[in-house]
């Protein structure tokens, strides 16, 4: 031994070292020889009297416990906790006085490793520098009277540094550790899988901070059992920085940054430890995430309600989470997101080049809760290109995620060949104009789709070529104004031009917006409409059965089946003015009507109008139920030219007698019905009805029957100008058949009795009495007894007109059959 201190003496001269540094040398070895020989005596000591060091360590975990701590048993594992003393604790089980009862264990380690100040160890005392927990599980669980295991430790001690129950205390780490707190009252569930988490303390002077790194598992954070995990089953790791000031009660968690998932995040707290409740306030930060990413990582209750909406790209996003610890019910939550030039998907359809500023909050009402009910989703500065349409909205509200409500604006200007893309061809079809469009709107939200959107504001379209395909009628140069009440809707300022017509319209919907989605069958449009120039023929869609829309389901954004149904099955309340009124042949002017047009057909009521120098009154209802429509009409005809009137009428299917045959003016009362196609032509043989008549100032030219009579009968007299006095009588019309009443006709060549059946067909059967006397002989008399006595002296010729086999009507010999 003398010899290896020799050679060692040797070895330290051959360095050659200042004196003073081998002085310093040899006071560091010494140094460190008499640590070996304390460790060794330390080891010594700790083996040789084992049970006492266990129970001086089981006394002071026990100094602010009152529950029970059991330890199996315990190793020495000196360099585990070097400069220190590490002490191995094996199967370390903490739990509180009423564990049987709740059957949680606050505390179930399958080792909890303590590093001890080993100076205070020889002295006989324990000082605990770190603590290391590893393969355990701790439950601090609140039942639901408010009981807490956690009351196990002693009350009036502060954790951490600065004096409390392990002043001396500098790290904590946790490896393999499950973390719960389950509070039943509150309705509030925390679990983590901690993997790894590694936490040293230093002191302040007015607390203590700490570093933390964690990796762990998020099993749950509900702030409410009943809505649900925030960032269920996503994996989290990061740093944390925490400062704790013991005056205040505040501690505070630095923004670092934290891995949620595969999502990087930012991350800011504070927790008021001295307050009952532990209030918290969370900040959560992500420039880049989409937005589904986003939403799954909030409880379930938010997230279905964020899922209506989609972002194609990432989008910015921050979170304020509010709350106690200990308060029951859900948190304040706030989300901002900030989107730009993005791809927005909603149910309504898609939105390109989206940008807008949003908010979701579950507190739209101060002192309104933390609910569904007093959720809202708010977006400002809407910008987007939706079906080719700009659009913008400064502010858009979804209110009540229990029963939702959109409130908000709507502007836009477009043009209207871009409405193809949300209104199909086979219903509307736009092929020019423009269109300005400033609405405010509220509207229920049913299934994630508008439902009973009340809106107010204004739609004006310009100079706009439309066709409704389902009436065939296309317009020219339409402009229109929208305006939108509370309930009501007006419309102005509307033009509408075909290819011969003019119609300038304005209009009103009362109880529209209520009406629209719930009973459009009783919606009403009342019309107040005045034309310059009116051609019923280019009307004739609306003689006939609307063309049925085959709708396209599951078209986002596509409102045709909605449109469709309005015009369908809504009502129109017309009051119509025309200066001139063209159909046909027909023309009339000063035209005056009230018309009621429904799903079912057409009602005419009052309608007046000027026509061969009379009037004509008309009521009417033609039913519309396909090609061919039947109507009931009830006319009362004034002092019309009856030339003009036969012509206009087609000589109401007659081919014998026509216009060119008739003067003098024509006055009638008429109820018929009958039959005519979607095309506006009249149905042959469908009329029924009766009708009366008077003919003032009647003249009968070149009518060929009458002729055929005057070439035997009365070759002196004027058979083709034949001039009638007080001419009038009564038909009932039935089918191709027409009933001629007992009617009497005196005129200047001939006077007959005449009655019978004309037929439109086959079937004419009149018979006509002609006194063979010449009225000219009586024209001095004024007394109408005696003229009625002078009629029928002399000879009376009995004829009767019927068809023969070309189907023309022939006079014959005969009287009638009875």
Not at 144 to 158: L, R
Not at 185 to 193: E, P, T, V, W
Not at 489 to 510: D, H, P, Q, R, W
Request: aromatic share 10%.
């Amino acid at each position: 031994m003398k010899e290896k201190i020799t050679v060692f003496r040797k070895f330290i001269a051959s360095l050659k070292m200042p004196r003073w540094a081998r002085w310093a040398f040899r006071g560091v070895l010494a140094i460190f020889l008499f640590m070996i020989v304390a460790y060794v005596s330390l080891a010594w000591y700790i083996n040789s009297h084992r049970d006492e060091v266990l129970a001086s360590v089981t006394e002071k975990l026990n100094e602010d416990i009152t529950g029970s701590l059991e330890i199996e048993g315990m190793e020495t594992t000196f360099l585990g906790g070097f400069p220190g003393v590490s002490l191995r604790l094996e199967q370390v089980v903490l739990k509180d006085s009423l564990s049987g009862r709740h059957g949680k264990t606050l505390l179930n380690a399958g080792s909890l490793d303590i590093s001890v100040n080993a100076l205070a160890l020889m002295r006989g005392t324990i000082e605990i520098k770190k603590i290391t927990i590893r393969d355990a599980s701790v439950q601090l669980y609140t039942d639901a009277s408010g009981y807490s295991n956690s009351s196990v430790f002693k009350k009036g001690k502060s954790s951490g540094g600065g004096g409390g129950s392990f002043p001396e205390l500098r790290g904590l780490d946790l490896e393999d550790v499950a973390f719960t707190i389950d509070n039943q009252k509150k309705g509030k569930l925390y679990s983590f899988s901690v993997r790894k988490l590694k936490g040293s303390l230093n002191d302040t002077p007015v607390g203590w901070k700490a570093g933390v790194s964690l990796n762990a598992l998020v099993n749950s954070m509900a702030f409410n059992t009943q809505r649900g995990s925030f960032v269920k089953g996503k994996e989290v790791a990061g740093d944390f920085d925490i400062t704790f000031n013991e005056e205040t009660g505040v501690l505070v968690f630095d923004k670092n940054r934290l891995d949620i998932g595969d999502e990087k995040f930012y991350i800011g707290a504070s927790i008021k430890t001295a307050s009952p409740d532990a209030d918290f306030a969370i900040n959560i930060e992500n420039k880049s995430i989409l937005w589904k990413d986003a939403g799954n990582l909030l409880s379930p209750n938010i997230t279905g309600k964020l899922e209506m909406f989609d972002m194609k790209r990432p989008i910015a996003v921050k979170c304020d989470i509010i709350g106690g610890f200990n308060v029951e019910g859900d948190p304040l939550i706030r989300v901002n997101a900030e989107v730009k030039d993005n791809v927005l998907h909603t149910p309504g359809g898609i939105v390109e080049k989206c940008s807008f500023f949003g908010v979701f909050t579950n507190e739209y009402r101060k002192g309104g809760g933390y609910t569904d009910a007093n959720s809202a989703i708010k977006l400002f500065n809407f910008r987007g290109e939706y079906a080719g349409m700009l659009i913008s909205m400064n502010r858009v509200f979804i209110l009540d995620l229990e029963k939702p409500v959109a409130v908000g604006d709507f502007s836009s200007t477009f043009e209207m060949q871009k409405l193809r893309s949300v209104v199909d061809d086979d219903l509307l079809k736009f092929s020019k104009g423009t269109a300005n469009v400033k609405l405010g709107f509220r509207a229920d939200i049913v299934d994630f789709r508008l439902s009973k959107p009340y809106v107010k504001g204004l739609v004006e379209v310009r100079d706009a070529d439309v066709s409704y395909v389902p009436r065939k009628l296309d317009f020219r140069g339409v402009s229109v104004a929208l305006n939108f009440t509370s309930e009501d809707l007006f419309i102005s300022k509307i033009v509408l031009k075909t290819g011969k017509s003019i119609v300038n319209m304005e209009g009103s919907i009362k109880n529209f917006l209520n009406l629209y989605y719930t009973d459009p069958e009783k919606i009403v449009i009342t019309w107040d409409v005045y034309s310059p120039r009116l051609n019923l023929g280019e009307f004739a869609g609306f003689l006939g059965s609307r063309k049925k829309h085959a709708p396209v389901k599951n078209r986002k954004g596509n409102m045709t089946e909605d449109l469709d149904i309005l015009f369908e099955k809504s009502n129109v309340d017309m009051k119509l003015r025309v200066d001139e009124l063209y159909y046909n042949r027909f023309h009339a002017s000063d035209a005056r009507a009230d018309i009621l047009l429904t799903d079912e057909g057409v009602h005419i009521k009052n309608a007046g109008l000027r026509h061969g120098g009379g009037s004509i009154v008309v009521n009417g209802y033609l039913a519309q139920s396909g090609k061919t429509n039947r109507y009931n009409l009830d006319a009362v005809i004034s002092n019309v030219d009856i030339s003009k009137f036969f012509y206009a009428f087609h000589n109401f299917g007659m081919e014998t007698l026509s216009s060119n045959n008739l003067r003098g003016y024509f006055s009638s009362k008429a109820k018929i019905s009958g039959s005519i196609t979607d095309a506006g032509g009249i149905v042959p043989k469908s009329m029924n009805g009766n009708l009366s008549f008077v003919v003032n100032k009647g003249r009968l030219l070149d009518f060929e029957p009458l002729r055929n009579i005057g070439k035997f009968a009365f070759p002196y007299r004027n058979m083709e100008n034949i001039e009638f006095y007080n001419l009038g009588g009564r038909f009932d019309v039935k089918g191709e058949k027409v009933s001629i009443h007992p009617m009497k006709i005196s005129s200047s060549a001939i006077n007959m009795d005449v009655e019978g059946v004309y037929s439109f067909g086959k079937g004419t059967e009149i018979y006509v009495d002609v006194p063979l006397r010449n009225p000219k002989r009586d024209e001095g008399i004024t007394d109408k007894a005696e003229l009625a006595k002078r009629r029928n002296r002399g000879i009376v010729l009995h004829l009767k007109a019927v068809d023969d086999k070309d189907g023309k009507v022939k006079v014959k010999l005969g009287g009638k059959k009875d």
